[in-house]
């Protein structure tokens, strides 16, 4: 299994990126997925989750009207559109496989089993 994110970098406050994730080793189309996000000193935050064919998607109360989760399975890719950033929204993003084995909630950090190694967000001015 690889996940391998790309797409961060620096914004200023109310600017927008578009995260990417190219998945490979399983089959995507397959699996559920989603973003979990993680400043230094603190625990992983989920962010998103997105079922396998993208009709159903569900995001932190905080961040549903400004991030939009999607995949194309054709491509193998997962995305996660920020809008209106914030300097709160500054922290390392993972591309996660969903693998439910315990809860089976999709909000529950434990249930992804596989992360990629991360793309930096950093919103400032």
């Known amino acids: 299994v690889q996940l391998v994110e790309s797409g961060g970098g620096m914004v200023q406050p109310g600017g927008s990126l578009r995260l990417s994730c190219a998945a490979s080793?399983?089959?995507?189309?397959?699996?559920?997925m989603g973003w979990v996000r993680q400043v230094p000193g603190k625990r992983p935050e989920w962010v998103s989750f997105?079922?396998?064919?993208?009709?159903?998607?569900y995001y932190a109360d905080s961040l549903k009207d400004r991030f939009t989760i999607s995949r194309d399975n054709a491509k193998n890719e997962l995305y996660l559109q920020m809008n209106s950033l914030k300097a709160e929204d500054t922290a390392l993003y993972y591309c996660?496989?969903?693998?439910?084995?315990?809860?089976?909630?999709?909000?529950?950090?434990?249930?992804?089993?596989?992360w990629g190694q991360g793309t930096q967000v950093t919103v400032s001015s």
């Open positions: 996660a496989r969903f693998r439910p084995l315990g809860s089976g909630r999709y909000y529950d950090i434990g249930q992804y089993d596989y």
């Open positions: 997105i079922n396998t064919s993208g009709g159903r998607t």
């Open positions: 080793g399983f089959i995507f189309s397959s699996t559920a």
